[in-house]
């Protein structure tokens, strides 16, 4: 053998392969009854049985389908997981990891965190007897002195949201275990193709599939990724006898997506870059969030465990709420809307829009803030149309 045989991968064996050749392919082999290259959608409920409990697999859609099975395989291969579950949106996948718990088992929630992700262990579990604390998951020594003895579970999100806040996984991970308490990472900003937390400790990775995984702002789906099998069992058990479970639709849209996870990541993170450098340099911003920069507080964390830095950017304004408020009313590409991790580029204000409902908590956002999803256009027209925004204040 030459030196280029003995340097090619053996793709015969499909645990070897690529992210992004399992993004276009695990779970999704050519369909065995047709050839179909494409996972067909599968829309039945049911499925037929040879003799009672004998069947290929599926016996009835809520409990397991053919399309949510290959979006499943592959995702989890993604993520590094043994086990995949999807969900029909984002929060429900939360609300099935929540599941795993028991009446006052703490959770410490990072101290930015999506709203909707406060609003349901704040609002739904909180009275139903599951304490919770948010807490600066940021500071590790400060975190360990005064770690709550009730804590059974730590939810993290890197880079957080809106804040792009980098939380080291590792070391979080290393604390809650010597407490007995899981980690669960929401993955959603970073998407496996940036960052693989189970790699780095973590037990439970949630994602909003409605987000990068889709990537095209059609389509809300959740996603749960974990290595335990007792706790898959329990989360399998949860997933089929609560329901929450994503149409065959639904999955077929976010499979399609994921196949150009990895093309789409590296356009939004060089694309958040050209923005960066201009809202650096621009006299109408005050303090630039992204974790490329190396006065960021998340830099460390981020440059040690992501490949690069993703395509969420957010920044304050000099002129406080009011600037804030023109310049995101002000572009013409990137479009006003709550949402994030789609091809086209987003701004919104999160203290008025995805942020509100954390006013007067410890989750609250500064007023002056404005947060940018940036998308896979052209990055020049990017800068042109933010710069025309900035510039009127
Ligand atoms: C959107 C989002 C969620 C919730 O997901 P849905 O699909 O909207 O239910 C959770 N976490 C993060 C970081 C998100 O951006």
């Not at 003995?6 to 993004?23: H, L, Q, Y």
């Not at 980098?166 to 407490?179: G, N, R, Y």
């Not at 409902?357 to 002056?368: K, M």
């Amino acid at each position: 053998m030459g030196e280029m045989d003995d340097e090619m991968n053996d793709v015969s064996d499909r645990t070897c392969w690529g992210f992004e050749t399992r993004a276009v392919h695990t779970g999704q082999e050519p369909d065995a009854a047709s050839g179909a290259v494409v996972t067909p959608i599968t829309l039945s409920t049911t499925f037929a049985q040879e003799g009672v409990g004998i069947h290929k697999g599926f016996e009835y859609s809520r409990s397991g389908n053919p399309t949510r099975a290959a979006l499943e395989a592959c995702l989890a291969s993604l993520e590094n997981a043994a086990f995949g579950f999807a969900f029909a949106s984002g929060l429900a996948a939360e609300d099935n990891i929540i599941r795993l718990l028991q009446q006052g088992d703490r959770i410490l929630l990072g101290n930015d965190a999506y709203g909707g992700t406060f609003r349901l262990i704040s609002k739904v579990w909180s009275p139903l007897g599951f304490p919770w604390s948010a807490v600066d998951l940021t500071d590790i020594d400060a975190l360990a002195t005064k770690w709550p003895a009730d804590t059974r579970m730590v939810w993290l999100e890197t880079p957080t949201n809106p804040l792009l806040t980098c939380v080291d996984i590792e070391a979080i991970a290393t604390l809650a275990h010597s407490h007995g308490a899981l980690v669960v990472v929401d993955n959603t900003f970073a998407t496996p193709y940036l960052q693989q937390p189970l790699t780095l400790g973590a037990d439970i990775v949630v994602h909003s599939a409605t987000k990068y995984l889709g990537g095209h702002s059609d389509v809300v789906g959740g996603f749960v990724a974990l290595n335990d099998p007792t706790l898959a069992d329990r989360i399998r058990f949860t997933q089929n006898a609560a329901g929450a479970i994503p149409a065959p639709f639904d999955c077929y849209l976010v499979l399609r997506g994921v196949k150009t996870l990895a093309v789409r990541m590296d356009r939004h993170c060089s694309n958040a870059r050209a923005i960066v450098d201009l809202l650096v340099g621009h006299p109408a911003v005050d303090r630039v969030l992204y974790p490329q920069l190396p006065d960021h507080p998340g830099h460390a964390a981020a440059s040690r465990q992501m490949r690069d830095f993703g395509g969420m950017v957010s920044f304050t304004c000099r002129g406080g709420e009011a600037a804030a408020l023109e310049v995101v009313k002000h572009t013409t590409i990137f479009t006003l809307a709550e949402s994030l991790g789609a091809v086209e580029s987003l701004i919104e204000h999160p203290g008025l829009m995805t942020h509100a409902s954390a006013a007067g908590s410890p989750l609250q956002v500064p007023a002056s803030l404005v947060r940018l999803s940036v998308g896979i256009e052209s990055s020049a027209d990017l800068v042109a149309d933010l710069a025309q925004a900035l510039d009127r204040v």
